[in-house]
């Protein structure tokens, strides 16, 4: 197990992936960290959709015109949802979950990627969450924040350097 510093460190998008799948236990483990997530008064307003099968992930991966390809070479793909009448504030809860479960996933030692869904479209205007909604039978009032990609690393990628950590963006008693 990584110190939680170095896991934040060394989580970084990652967008190529290899041929080995994960493990049960693995995928396991990622879906208990995303239900232990927190959430505006307890709604759990959230609910995920585990895809791992081939021809979906490649159908998912042109759901919208840009940044979604690398879908089709991950091996599972977790799809984010929320529900608005349950929580006003799902897309925050959605959001918590979602990278709970890019943490977890490094912690694994498997790479991750948020692919954004919500407010997204592909090349016709089409709306990416329709898209989503259509292949995986999603119900309405349930909405699509994002699909996290995931699989074993195909791909280094440099830790964060904290030496470019945006100190500008912290202000001290007031703005
Ligand atoms: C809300 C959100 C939406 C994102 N959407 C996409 C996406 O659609 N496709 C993609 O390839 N990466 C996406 N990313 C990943 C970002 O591009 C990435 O986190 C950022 O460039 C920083 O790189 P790093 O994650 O390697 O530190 C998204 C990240 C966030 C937080």
Not at 70 to 87: N, Y
Not at 120 to 134: I, L, M, P, Q, T
């Amino acid at each position: 197990m990584k110190d939680f510093h170095e896991l934040l460190r060394t989580r970084r998008s990652t967008r190529r992936y290899t041929d080995e799948e994960i493990s049960p236990e693995d995928v396991k483990c990622i879906m208990e960290a995303a239900l232990m997530a927190p959430s505006s008064k307890r709604s759990l307003s959230w609910e995920f959709v585990l895809v791992e099968d081939t021809a979906m992930l490649e159908r998912l991966s042109v759901c919208k015109e840009h940044g979604a390809k690398l879908i089709a070479g991950a091996k599972l793909a977790v799809v984010v949802l929320g529900d608005p009448t349950k929580s006003d504030v799902w897309i925050e809860d959605a959001s918590i979950a979602a990278t709970l479960i890019q943490l977890q996933a490094e912690e694994a030692g498997l790479g991750s990627c948020w692919v954004q869904i919500r407010s997204r479209f592909d090349e016709n205007g089409e709306s990416a969450e329709d898209n989503v909604r259509e292949l995986l039978n999603i119900p309405l009032p349930m909405q699509v924040l994002a699909i996290i990609a995931l699989g074993h690393k195909g791909e280094e990628k440099t830790p964060f350097d904290l030496e470019k950590a945006a100190w500008e963006k912290v202000h001290i008693g007031q703005w």
